[in-house]
């Protein structure tokens, strides 16, 4: 059974610019989460779609977007990056809850200079 | 924003000897669960323990939830050298609509051969 896959690895980026993050969830999986991980704020929540539709988001600003595809790939997409944006951006696939937890990809290591 | 803290943030200890991490949170939960993540790439599921288990075993991994206290621990028996990893709890929200994963701070972890 494939794990999640995330592309691309690593990106870099310069400010004011735009990036879109791509992540096949496990087959099966409908419920795909994006999270951010910094040296400084640590892991946290940007927003979870299940058959297409955003369930939840964090408390990110809106140049914070994403969305999900009928197959359940999903993207998401920063656009006017900021230094800040540098980060580690993980997104993880489970079941309609997560009651069995969550798989997560390797990552796509943003940097924005 | 974190749900909690992992308590003690580093730990160092020598290869065979048992590792215990704790971690509290602040709201009520559906479940908890432990990620373990090798330098900066993606969290691996460990285990799950719900709102309303005590206890729980995997291979050398034990946890444990005291609701009352909004806290677990996760204990590793007989640690190795391949055990040194960062570990994170997270948790999630009990209540319909909660689909997030809300991580503590982490502890890393350095085993000694």
């Known amino acids: 059974k494939a794990g999640v896959t995330q592309t691309p690895r690593y990106l870099i980026k310069t400010r004011g610019q735009q990036v879109t993050l791509s992540c096949s969830p496990i087959s099966g999986h409908r419920s795909v989460s994006w999270y951010q991980q910094t040296p400084g704020q640590g892991l946290q929540f940007l927003f979870e779609y299940f058959s297409e539709t955003q369930r939840n988001k964090g408390n990110f600003p809106g140049r914070f977007s994403g969305r999900q595809f009928s197959n359940s790939r999903s993207e998401m997409n920063v656009s006017t990056l900021e230094l800040g944006d540098s980060a580690l951006y993980l997104c993880?696939?489970?079941?309609?809850?997560?009651?069995?937890?969550?798989?997560f990809g390797s990552g796509t290591r943003l940097t924005v200079v | 924003s974190q749900q909690g803290e992992e308590d003690p943030q580093a730990l160092s200890i020598q290869e065979g000897e048992n590792a215990t991490m704790n971690c509290s949170y602040k709201t009520s939960i559906n479940n908890l669960q432990w990620y373990r993540q090798n330098s900066g790439r993606g969290l691996v599921h460990l285990i799950l323990?719900?709102?309303?288990?005590r206890e729980k075993h995997s291979g050398r991994l034990r946890v444990t939830l005291d609701t009352s206290k909004k806290s677990s621990s996760l204990l590793i028996t007989a640690s190795r050298a391949a055990d040194t990893a960062s570990y994170f709890c997270a948790t999630v929200p009990s209540g319909a609509g909660s689909y997030q994963l809300t991580f503590g701070k982490g502890t890393k972890l350095s085993v000694i051969p």
């Open positions: 993880a696939s489970s079941d309609v809850r997560g009651n069995y937890g969550y798989t």
């Open positions: 323990i719900r709102s309303n288990e």
